[in-house]
């Protein structure tokens, strides 16, 4: 059964350092999707790719926050230095996106979510 | 104000209930609306999704879909103490783009 691996599955570090938190997509997959989930904000989307390309990082602090797919079974996010708010449990998602619709019926392409890095920062 | 609004709960109810959890929404290009369900310490997974407006029924589970009124439903027939779970809902404007998510319901069935 394919599954999108996250690792490290929990961080906990000081404030100021550098978290890196890595995601292996289902192989095949071509959308990858970053999203955070905090109790006061719920899952909320940080930046996704497609074919490796940045679509959207809106959702992403630029000035802390960094991601890059270095090849299609490896996406990062990086956050440098990290403070204390950035505390989250950070999920990966992998899909398949950008195809030819079905003209009768919209042929929905699920993403599939890792089981996520849970980030503490003191 | 959200885009998608949900009830936290918590929602606590017997074994063999009938559950009700609600979404609401304010973006009309919404077309895609997804229930996830989610463990605790677990990923979001998929249980249902519904295309524009209509009903869609898989075994115990029943979404529904109102576009005029901007208002989702899950109904969760014959509960079991294995439903226990928060369910999000989530909604997209096409197929394989950004999900945006309500804040989840937490739900416990209780033998």
């Known amino acids: 059964d394919a599954r999108v691996t996250q690792t490290p599955r929990h961080k906990v570090t000081e404030m100021g350092q550098e978290v890196t938190m890595r995601c292996q997509p289902i192989l095949g997959h071509n959308t990858v999707f970053w999203y955070r989930q905090t109790m006061m904000q719920g899952l909320e989307l940080l930046a996704y790719f497609r074919n490796r390309a940045p679509l959207d990082d809106s959702g992403m602090p630029k000035d802390r926050f960094s991601a890059e797919m270095p090849d299609a079974t490896l996406a990062t996010l990086k956050i440098q230095p990290s403070e204390p708010r950035d505390s989250a449990v950070y999920f990966c998602?992998?899909?398949?996106?950008?195809?030819?619709?079905?003209?009768?019926?919209?042929?929905?392409?699920?993403?599939?979510f890792g089981d996520g890095t849970r980030l503490s920062i003191l | 104000q959200k885009e998608v609004e949900q009830d936290p709960g918590p929602l606590s109810v017997p074994e063999g209930a009938i559950v009700s959890l609600n979404c609401t929404y304010s973006?009309?290009?919404?077309?895609?609306f997804m229930w996830y369900r989610q463990y605790s310490r677990k990923g979001p997974e998929l249980l249902m999704y519904?295309?524009?407006?209509g009903n869609k029924e898989d075994g115990r589970f029943t979404a529904q879909v109102d576009k005029s009124s901007k208002y989702i439903s899950l109904f969760i027939r014959d509960s079991q103490p294995s439903d226990s779970a928060t369910y999000l809902c989530?909604?997209?404007?096409?197929?394989?783009?950004?999900?945006?998510f309500g804040e989840g319901t937490q739900l416990t069935v209780n033998p």
């Open positions: 973006n009309s290009a919404f077309q895609y």
């Open positions: 989530a909604m997209s404007e096409t197929s394989g783009s950004r999900l945006t």
């Open positions: 519904t295309y524009s407006s």
């Open positions: 998602a992998s899909g398949l996106g950008g195809l030819v619709r079905d003209r009768v019926r919209e042929v929905y392409q699920p993403q599939h």
